[in-house]
């Protein structure tokens, strides 16, 4: 029974690398049926992963999205399930062949640092912490569904526009859906983001006694958030669409992942905790 | 196997024979009472349309009524004998199976692929049962052809891609907007090719559809058909900031629309993406406008080329339609040959159960003594006992008919039970 979360990380683990594997046989053969079947082991994968979440509460009796590798196992899991959740309105499967991978691989790592119990430090037990942390990761996971639909935006946008008429056309989803699916998780990341990082420095001021510290990774989130901040301006009141959005997404979100992933692994910064 | 197919199409027969045939046919008699009046003729179905005239027909001398039905056809077409061996073709049993199933799923068609053929087949199909002309053989056989057409359609590409310019049109439609409800276009100019394609986008949800021509008497004509609205020619540069898609084909020696027109249409659209059509010869939109972020600018050969090269593929996914087809005529050759043990296995059940029922009825004497309860345990005793004699032989029956060897074990078992 001590064991039924690592158990289910398993089964999860295995069944994401079913559906990756599926989206990319879809992607190889050209058949949507297959990325169909895909979206279904996803949805498998998915709850077997929730079910982790819920096994891991019972255990530790603390919200497991604290340590580094609990972390990105509720990116992957926050991932998956906006995807899924998109896929409900708008049938845009192959977009998981984008997706899945990505959760497949946070998920590898995510499961080399789960198996004993984490003890955390005494400054991170505040209930504010996990607050900050699930606000800012699935806005960081609706950024990350962003740029997949954005990159597919742009292999898509750029078969059309050069008449070239390869059968990616016909599986890949048409440009008006990406824009849509990028557009929205835009436009509910970035209120998610800014309520995560206020959160954070509410926190931050109850421990380390002001609200802002220059950290190398404060910084450069609040550099994607400035950035999105623009983008999402552009879009709403200028008007920007397409191909100028889907890219300038991507930029965007090349900032936010050296906030996420170079910064912890070479710089040093507060916000390594365990 | 006593199934018959006789008939002409577009490859084997010119047009003005295919014409005669079917007018003569159609107008002044019903064929299919013709045909019937064909003593060896049992069952049949005709089928006529733009590119082929077919009979099938399950006959008891396949000979017989296959020169009966050659006569039919002589009548009707008028056809010198030399000319009807060169446009006819004759099959018989799995042959005409074959045939058949390659004509439900659109194998034979001119276009292949194309999905009316198979609502053509159920046409005649139908009009055939109201006749009463179709019976076990041909009901069974015709069933048979529409799952095969259905497996065609569902297991190879060969019906996916668009095969003409219109639809190429709109698939490139669905691919920039997803779905076309409440999309709106704006036909410039006229001819078969845009009225086509724009009568196309309507039926894939396409609402609205304003029509501009130089001569605006003749959009509000064109506008008429298509319930739309005709604009005057001037007022071009308002539309093209409101319509998602243009389907431009006039007859005018210049560029109608220009770069800039696009590119303040598009400012003024908030760049909502925009997909041109240029059908014209010479062209009527600027090439560079297709440079334009959020354009899509796709003339006629651009959309020609997209047909050639689906057509391509379609040639492709044939070889795998004729594998399921080959699958589908031996599956259907083996539900045959079972048939003919079918009567021995009806018999030797009957024998079994006649001698259940008279030996249950010598007992009834001292079968009196006995409960309900207890008579009907001894019925059911004995009934599983014959079940469990008869599952061996006749397992073995049908398994011998599916290699078509089964024609000695009827005679032994027929001779061997007294079934004659």
Redesign the interface.
């Known amino acids: 029974m001590s064991d039924m979360d690592i158990l289910f990380l398993k089964a999860a683990l295995v069944v994401y690398l079913i559906s990756a594997l599926g989206y990319m046989c879809s992607l190889y053969i050209r058949r949507v049926l297959v990325a169909k079947v895909s979206t279904w082991v996803l949805f498998a994968a998915f709850v077997f992963h929730t079910m982790f979440f819920v096994f891991r509460y019972i255990k530790t009796g603390q919200t497991p999205v604290v340590s580094i590798h609990e972390t990105l196992s509720f990116f992957a899991w926050a991932m998956a399930g906006i995807y899924l959740a998109f896929q409900l309105k708008?049938k845009t499967r192959v977009l998981g062949a984008f997706v899945s991978p990505v959760t497949f691989l946070l998920m590898i790592v995510a499961s080399t640092g789960l198996g004993g119990h984490v003890s955390l430090p005494g400054i991170l037990q505040s209930n504010l912490v996990p607050v900050h942390v699930i606000l800012a990761v699935i806005g960081e996971a609706l950024f990350a569904l962003a740029s997949c639909a954005g990159a597919m935006y742009l292999m898509?946008e750029g078969l059309?526009?050069n008449?070239r008429?390869s059968?990616f056309?016909?599986i890949?989803?048409?440009?008006?859906?990406l824009d849509r699916i990028n557009h929205l998780c835009l436009m509910w990341g970035f209120p998610l983001l800014t309520l995560g990082v206020l959160v954070g420095s509410v926190w931050a001021r109850t421990a380390w006694g002001s609200l802002w510290q220059w950290d190398p990774k404060q910084v450069w989130t609040l550099a994607a958030w400035f950035a999105y901040a623009l983008l999402l301006h552009q879009r709403l009141a200028?008007?920007?669409?397409?191909?100028?959005a889907a890219l300038f997404s991507l930029l965007v979100f090349a900032i936010l992942l050296i906030s996420l992933v170079v910064i912890n692994l070479f710089f040093v910064t507060a916000h390594s905790f365990i | 196997m006593n199934i018959i197919l006789i008939g002409m199409n577009h490859k084997t027969a010119p047009l003005e024979i295919r014409e005669r045939l079917s007018l003569a046919c159609g107008d002044t008699v019903n064929p299919l009472i013709e045909i019937m009046n064909i003593p060896q003729i049992k069952e049949a179905i005709y089928l006529s349309t733009c590119n082929r005239v077919e009979v099938l027909a399950n006959a008891v001398d396949e000979k017989g009524a296959m020169d009966k039905l050659k006569a039919f056809i002589f009548n009707h077409g008028n056809l010198s004998p030399e000319e009807m061996a060169r446009c006819l073709y004759l099959y018989y049993d799995h042959e005409a199976v074959r045939h058949l199933f390659r004509v439900a799923s659109s194998i034979d068609s001119m276009v292949m692929g194309e999905p009316q053929i198979l609502g053509q087949v159920k046409d005649a199909y139908r009009t055939a049962v109201e006749h009463n002309t179709t019976g076990v053989m041909l009901n069974k056989v015709i069933h048979h052809a529409f799952r095969t057409a259905k497996r065609v359609r569902t297991e190879t590409g060969i019906a996916s891609n668009a095969v003409s310019v219109s639809f190429a049109a709109v698939e490139l439609a669905k691919k920039i907007f997803g779905s076309l409800k409440g999309k709106t276009i704006l036909l410039i100019g006229a001819g078969e090719m845009s009225e086509l394609a724009a009568k196309h986008l309507i039926k894939y949800g396409v609402e609205k559809i304003f029509i501009a021509n130089r001569t605006y008497a003749r959009a509000v004509q064109i506008a008429d058909n298509f319930h739309g609205k005709a604009i005057e020619f001037d007022r071009l540069q308002d539309k093209i900031q409101d319509v998602d898609i243009i389907i431009s084909s006039t007859g005018s020696p210049g560029y109608v629309i220009d770069v800039s027109m696009i590119a303040t249409a598009l400012r003024r659209r908030k760049n909502r993406l925009l997909f041109l059509i240029d059908i014209a010869v010479p062209r009527d939109i600027d090439p560079a406008a297709g440079d334009i972020d959020n354009v899509y600018l796709y003339n006629i050969d651009n959309l020609q080329d997209i047909v050639d090269g689906n057509l391509q593929s379609r040639k492709q996914e044939a070889e795998k339609a004729e594998a399921i087809i080959e699958e589908e005529v031996s599956n259907y050759r083996e539900w045959y040959n079972t048939l003919e043990v079918v009567p021995t296995i009806v018999s030797l059940r009957e024998k079994m159960e006649g001698i259940i029922r008279g030996e249950l009825s010598k007992s009834g004497s001292w079968m009196e003594n006995l409960t309900e309860q207890e008579r009907n345990n001894i019925e059911i005793l004995a009934n599983s006992i014959i079940n469990k004699v008869l599952h061996d032989p006749i397992t073995s029956l049908k398994e011998e008919s599916r290699d078509n060897g089964a024609l000695p074990y009827i005679a032994a078992i027929r001779r061997l039970f007294g079934l004659d």
């Open positions: 708008t898509q059309i526009k008449k008429m059968s056309i016909r890949f989803p048409s440009l008006t859906d200028i008007g920007w669409k397409g191909r100028k």
